[in-house]
């Protein structure tokens, strides 16, 4: 390599590092001036460039000029690709890669499993596990993190425990990949159990997996566990400094019924950005405290905060669980004329829900008519539930045909028209409907409650007597009504 091109390739990395596109250039037209190009090493660092400075489409024509293409090229595509979530354009580069015959390296399969996990082809990514182990990469870190994290987001979450416990030496992104793994998939007991082994043997944590750890105590209603590890971020932290963090204890304490001390996490915490504003005013709209979340949502604005989309969907869901028709107009028309966020399809669901909620059916139907994209199932089906409330037939009837439409497999829709029906006395439009939902195979889902006890999880379905406890409950349950029923008696 002469002078000029290595002077040329350190040039170019350095603009790479730091992202400087003008000198960057000129160090490539300086290349292409004297004559120093093709050359691999050369062509290699002006890939790294325009990839880091996020020019793919640049990096990608010069790489498509490679005469002779290295494997650190393949790989720098690879990863840019994965990394702004361009999931197909980094697996299209696996045919020329295997007729290349280059042979890949410890950096090159995490890529290409990130993109597997972010199509969902569990296939493709069992193929690369396959290689990995034939090559030997199954003792880096890193890769057998990837794995794991392959299989979990694809939904083969044994498999990725096996990968786990496989893993000699597993390091804190290792713990925290299975961790958000069991989390994201419902498996909220093993989640926690294995966040408490984590500390158990002494793994240094990094809090990537506190905010998964926490919405499962949050979907769980799990408020013991969630104050633990509370009380955990405090010991490490000292105080709520983590963004990620604090923004996920303030939805874990609203999923657990304590709003106060959502808010009190509000407070303490140094810094708020959009998510954790949008996450208070979320979490006063579930607790049905609507003027409260329109208060935050002000108070936000005066902080000179912008919203986004996920503030408008929740402060337009408060306005609607609360009922405050005037508020939530006024909101949705402020979106785009004051704020420069044109509504989406959530947006007009919601404000289908607040109009339908309010009894203004036909106000809802004639939204739904003017919206500039397709009505989603989530827009029909606020419509679907609202009519359901207010006994409407015939816009009923209406989103139920939209519903059969677009969610063929739903029975819960069938149910709904089900309702109208039977709410007006149509007891033959009831049969008809009941017959075509047990001609299509359609069986109704049953309600379902449950509850953690002592860490494990009790769930109870309508119509279901076979609980090993049930006997027991339903005991307990009788004198409940019978103490209930005696003081009544005893205050009159």
Not at 410 to 438: F, H, K
Not at 440 to 456: F, H
């Amino acid at each position: 390599m002469s002078c000029r091109a290595t002077q040329l390739s350190s040039i170019l990395r350095t603009c790479a590092a730091s992202s400087l596109l003008r000198q960057g250039n000129q160090a490539h037209a300086q290349a292409i001036t004297h004559g120093l190009l093709p050359h691999p090493t050369l062509e290699t660092d002006i890939v790294l460039f325009y990839a880091r400075c996020s020019l793919l489409h640049l990096a990608h024509q010069v790489f498509d000029q490679m005469p002779h293409r290295t494997m650190h090229s393949y790989n720098i595509l690879f990863s840019s690709y994965a990394q702004n979530h361009l999931f197909g354009s980094s697996l299209s580069l696996l045919h020329p890669f295997i007729a290349s015959s280059l042979l890949p390296d410890r950096f090159t399969f995490p890529s290409l499993l990130k993109s597997c996990a972010g199509i969902g082809d569990v296939s493709l990514g069992m193929a690369f596990h396959c290689w990995v182990i034939h090559l030997g990469f199954d003792r880096y870190v890193i890769v057998q993190s990837s794995v794991l994290d392959m299989y979990a987001k694809c939904g083969l979450v044994n498999e990725a425990i096996k990968v786990f416990e496989s893993t000699p030496e597993k390091d804190s992104v290792v713990w925290n990949s299975m961790i958000s793994g069991l989390a994201r998939s419902g498996r909220a007991v093993e989640a926690l159990g294995l966040f408490r082994r984590l500390h158990w043997e002494g793994v240094e944590t990094d809090l990537r997996a506190i905010p998964s750890i926490l919405n499962v105590c949050g979907r769980e209603g799990d408020l013991v566990s969630g104050k633990a590890v509370h009380g955990k971020v405090i010991r490490w932290l000292m105080d709520n400094s983590d963004l990620a963090v604090g923004n996920s204890l303030i939805d874990m304490y609203s999923k657990c019924g304590n709003l106060g001390y959502s808010k009190k996490v509000f407070l303490s915490m140094h810094e708020q950005n959009v998510v954790t504003w949008s996450t208070l005013i979320a979490c006063y709209g579930v607790h049905g405290k609507g003027k409260e979340s329109l208060i935050v949502y002000e108070e936000m604005l005066s902080q000179g905060v912008k919203p986004n989309c996920v503030t408008f969907t929740s402060i337009l869901s408060s306005c609607s669980h609360s009922g405050l028709l005037d508020e939530g107009r006024r909101v949705f028309e402020s979106m785009s004329r004051a704020h420069g966020v044109n509504p989406t399809v959530e947006h007009y669901a919601c404000m289908v829900d607040l109009l339908g909620r309010a009894g203004n059916i036909e106000d809802a139907l004639e939204l739904i008519s003017r919206m500039p994209m397709e009505p989603s199932a989530s827009v029909w089906g606020a419509l679907l539930s609202a009519c359901a409330v207010h006994r409407n037939v015939n816009v009923g009837e209406i989103s139920a045909q939209r519903l059969f439409e677009l969610e063929s497999g739903n029975s819960s829709n069938y149910v709904a028209l089900c309702g109208i029906y039977d709410a007006v006395g149509q007891w033959d439009s009831v049969a008809e409907l009941r017959s075509r939902m047990r001609n299509l195979g359609m069986v109704k889902t049953p309600g379902c409650s449950w509850i953690a006890v002592k860490g494990r999880v009790h769930a109870f379905y309508q119509g279901d007597i076979y609980h090993p406890l049930t006997r027991r409950m339903l005991e307990v349950f009788d004198g409940l009504i019978q103490e209930m029923a005696t003081s009544e008696g005893d205050c009159g």
